[in-house]
């Protein structure tokens, strides 16, 4: 049994994790007592195992150099933001550090050496959808429902 995770209530929380430590990752799903019990993710179109938890980095590339350290969070919230009405009641994003150990079909990490940290509460995600809405350019989730592939390849509507 996992000892209960602490909730970060605001993307400055999320922020500050991220200004002070490295190898921070966020997972959206039903928990760590849960991904904890498995070893791996799972590729959803094939069903292969996967040599770590999937999940998506916090570390701030050296391109971004110093900008802000909550808009960088708040992207990479943003970004996943739709897998909560995809994959079903109760998931959610934690905060967890680990280590490395390979790439999912996606090109996403794959963490294992996993160490909860917290829950991120969903005050946080909509706080990171009005960061990432106020930002000049036009940007969605990576969201990829609705994104069917035609035979022969392209998207349909698509030009």
Same mark, same amino acid.
Do not use: F
């Given at each position: ?60 590339? !050296? ?6 350290? %909550?808009?960088?969070? &708040? +992207? #990479? ?7 909560? *009405? ?49 930002? !000049? ?6 969201? %990829?429902?609705?994104? &069917? +592939? #035609? ?7 698509? *030009?």
């Amino acid at each position: 049994m996992l000892t209960a995770l602490t909730t970060l209530h605001t993307l400055d929380e999320v922020a500050d994790k991220v200004r002070r430590r490295s190898r921070l990752y966020i997972r959206w799903s039903l928990g760590p007592e849960t991904d904890l019990r498995g070893t791996s993710s799972r590729d959803e179109l094939t069903g292969v195992p996967l040599p770590g938890l999937s999940a998506n980095s916090l570390d701030i590339e !050296p391109w971004w150099q110093d900008r802000s350290v %909550r808009i960088w969070v &708040a +992207r #990479r919230l943003y970004d996943y933001c739709h897998l909560p *009405r995809h994959r079903g009641n109760g998931v959610r994003p934690w905060l967890l550090r680990g280590q490395e150990s390979g790439r999912g079909p996606d090109n996403e990490p794959l963490v294992d050496h996993v160490e909860p940290l917290a829950w991120i509460a969903a005050a946080v995600i909509d706080e990171a959808v009005g960061v990432i809405e106020e930002q !000049p350019g036009p940007w969605g989730p990576m969201e %990829r429902m609705g994104q &069917a +592939r #035609r035979p022969g390849g392209g998207t349909p509507g698509a *030009r």
